[in-house]
């Protein structure tokens, strides 16, 4: 009747098909269909409603039965369906001008539990009533859902793959698209082993109904399809999570309802919280899409906010963690906590000592998403300090790229495939026109070994010039080079071809005023001339990492890197730590310092965990390495890593990386350096971007440093489930280079734990 939806035509239409005499009509919101809350003159209430569309009666009679048989047996807890006067419970016409399946319902008295003020007692009232409904549901007849296929139905999640283009900003989507690789893995090879079951399947806040502080009844079966039992639970608990600070412990309460009256399965249980993610994902997109294809769609909106907030607390819970509360709330015996002595001795049995542990209390690690970690027990770490996932923690633009290609080809380099060259393109665009080939191998070590023997062929010289405390990797000529190596403990001295500048340090060093820079480099001039011998290359990072974040003093590397090239040299900047945008001003440290080295050296972030480095230099240096003897790597330059590599570079630019590591770098330092000034035992807050150093002192005035206390603080955030380290000649400076989707908040935090933790030392 309805394609013009007055209150005169409702009274009209109501009194002709059903001889009620309506004195009363107000529209109610809907998601895809009119309904209206009409009161008859003897005081009854019922809802009408009018679906803009007349087929599916197979499925409105199914829906039909399904009440009445619910009615049966709970005459108030769901909407009973009204008869007309024809005896038909669904008036369809089917039309041109009138398209519409038309039912009136009766009313159900209560609130919204949107509306009401939650409490433990009604959310296991709810889980109660939705296992009641289940047990009941369980029994019924499946074929008309069976056959039915909704959007709305987490079983087919990932159906709306292509939709999550509908989510604007990059750094929402991501979250959507992590939801969805994991699905992949890990709920959809389990869900045909889940019991089956027509379901309700939208239990929200806006359909539950509550009267004297329980729930009492459920409307809107519209959506009710033939699907794995356990999704309706995972839908009431979505929207039951909305805004709440702690939203395991309200998930449990309803779980724990549910449990008494209708006991859940293990394997239940351990899919919830990707099913929960799931239809939170489903309510972000299809939203989204209802936004871009009806803009003044408000009711479209209404549940995004919470919906995405839920979502960016969940992607910081365990699924671990999740499973072991869901399974607590249910009565099920959970797994034993980790012996992590257990765990080191079996790693002892068999891998050697030297490759050492963080903390003194290790964690085993499990899991990770973006710019967290969770160990083997389900908690969450902030990760402050893994560069290597430089995009975030199982990047799914990164994770896709990579399985993608395994799935299809990975060989080496001596055949020929599109990705080589692809990405050798997509990376040289990087960097400076002179700078126009690429060697790719498989970590920072091997590119640092590499760049120095290029350096060295092209030169003809063998002398290498590195900087003090400097770290480059672990192959023979990888600690020849590196100085924290070589001169620290176990290491067996600086051999003979190699020279050490002095760390131009503004901090600690000899010289700290503006003019640094150049004193520094007349040091260095100083030894190249005491040597007859000339130096082949001058390695060093543009902000020294392992030797405590020590930015090399302005002005330092434009003086040096000519001292260099005079004397028949070339001039190497290791980016395995400074890279890829990392120090927020510019995509490269070199950059930074206004100078164009003549090699580079990358790795760690290059692959997001995947292990690629790489070595970037001139057509010259290039071609002088092309002298006959072959350059080989097996697995350097495969066509997966490439993928990977191109993804890398690609999300960096999407999500506009450079630009938070600048920002949110500018804010983290800005906080630490606001309460240094109550901590005097915080000596320096230094670094660039996401590359951040605090280092401890005893004495202002002597610089002692106050090494004790940086340990002490690292395995204290640990404890508090935050992740950074130390570093330094004399392991006194936290060293921060968080994943670079870290945030503000996640900022403030750390800050507030620093303080907090100074402030009981
Ligand atoms: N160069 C620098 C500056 C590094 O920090 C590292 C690793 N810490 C390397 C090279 C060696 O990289 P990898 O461990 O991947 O071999």
Known sequence: MLNSSTGENIISFIK??????????KPLEGYANLNFRIKDDKGNSYVYKSHQHADDKLLFESETTVLHQLTKQFPNEFPKPIQALNGDYIIQHENEDDNTTNRILSWLEGDLLKDIKHSQQLFESFGEFLAKLDKELLE?????FAARYMEWDIQHFLDLRAKSNFITDPSLRKLVDYYFVQYKEFVLPELPHLRKSIIHNDANDRNVLVQNGKVSGLIDFGDMVYAPLIQELAVALAYSMFEKDDPLKWAAYIISGYQEILPLEEKELELLYYLIAARLCMSVILSSEGIQNNPENEYLLISQKPAW???NKWI???PDMAEKKFKEAAGIDILKKIDIQLDLNKRHQFVSKSLSVSYIKPIKMKRAAFQYMFDADGNTFLDAYNNIPHVGHQHPKVVEAGQ???????TNTRYIYDQLAAYAEKLLAKFPALLSKVFFVNSGSAASDLAIRLAQTHTG????MVMEYGYHGHTRLGVDISHYKFSGRGGSGQKEYIFKATIPDTYRGEFK?????????????KLLNQNNDPVATFISEPIVG???????APGYLKEVYPLIRKQGGVCISDEVQTGFGRIGTHFWGFEAHGVIPDIIVLGKPMGNGHPIGAVVTTNEIAESFDNGMEFFSSFGGNPVSCEIGMAVLDVIEEENLQQNALETGEYFMTLLRDFQKEFPVIGDVRGSGLFIGVEFIKDPETLEPNTELAQFLKNKFRENFILVSTDATYDNVIKMKPPLCFNKSNAELVTIKFSDLLKIC
């Open 16 to 25: 002709e098909n059903y001889g009620i005499d309506v004195i009363d009509v």
């Open 140 to 144: 019924m007849n499946k074929p008309v």
């Open 309 to 311: 907030d839920l979502l």
């Open 316 to 318: 910081a819970i365990s």
């Open 404 to 410: 993608k290609q395994m799935a299809m080809l990975n």
């Open 461 to 464: 010289k063998q002398n290498i």
């Open 513 to 525: 005023d503006a003019e640094a820079g150049i004193k520094y480099a007349n040091q260095l001039s």
């Open 546 to 552: 392992c030797g405590g974040q020590v930015p090399l």
